[in-house]
């Protein structure tokens, strides 16, 4: 029973372009929605989040974007760069965190 | 503080006999996870701890697992009897105050591969 739903499961974007990450959830009580970012042999690390009660928050190159009413998140990268290149896995928390199964991005030079 | 520890990185076992991971959390975290992450999935819930009450446990985690954390600082996950299926990244991430609202902090994973 999959909660959090990333279908997928990878992307490529051009150095310098915008890349987005999407993300649907079933469950309407989630009150936080976070992204994580993953490098091979390393545990996710914390990205961005958003609380349920806005639709947008921004951190540098970062925004992440909430529509409730579709159940649905996606996260904006723009410049897209090199370095950005990993899996990145959604979340949704209630008592517990959900994770969807990840996006791997490449960002090609 | 470096963050969360997990040791050991890799365990390999033979099928039946029994695996002990170890997490110790960011010391003033007070919220401790479980989770376990298998090839092209995302980490699934095991069970968390609060302090060391253990408040939640996944029907993934059967009675061949076990977790506990006594004095609600480090935490340790015992698998008995291991079984092939078990292999996976098993990671643990903490809680608490000081980072963003919902934040985990993860560990870099115990990898187990059961023979």
């Known amino acids: 029973d999959q909660q959090v739903k990333q279908n997928s499961p990878s992307l490529s974007v051009q150095e310098g372009r915008i890349s987005i990450l999407n993300c649907d959830y079933t469950n309407s009580m989630f009150d936080y929605f976070l992204w994580y970012k993953k490098y091979p042999a390393e545990g996710p690390t914390f990205l961005i989040s958003i609380s349920s009660i806005k639709d947008k928050n921004e951190d540098g190159r970062f925004t992440v974007f909430l529509n409730k009413s579709a159940k649905h998140l996606s996260l904006h990268i723009v410049p897209s760069q090199p370095g950005d290149s990993a899996v990145y896995f959604c979340a949704a928390s209630g008592n517990q965190f959900y994770f969807g199964t990840g996006t791997s991005l490449t960002v090609i030079p | ?115």
């Open chain 2, 1 to 115: 503080d470096t963050g969360v520890s997990q040791n050991p990185r890799h365990k390999i076992t033979k099928r039946g006999q029994n695996v002990t991971f170890r997490c110790d959390p960011i010391s003033e975290h007070n919220r401790l996870y479980w989770y376990r992450q298998t090839l092209g999935q995302g980490p699934e819930f095991l069970t968390y701890f609060q302090n060391e009450a253990q408040l939640e446990k996944s029907r993934l985690l059967s009675d061949r697992f076990s977790a506990e954390r006594p004095k609600g600082s480090f935490s340790t996950l015992e698998i008995q009897r291991t079984e092939q299926g078990d292999s996976a990244m098993y990671l643990c991430a903490s809680s608490g105050p000081g980072g963003a609202t919902g934040e985990l902090f993860f560990g870099e994973g115990s990898r187990l591969t059961v023979l």
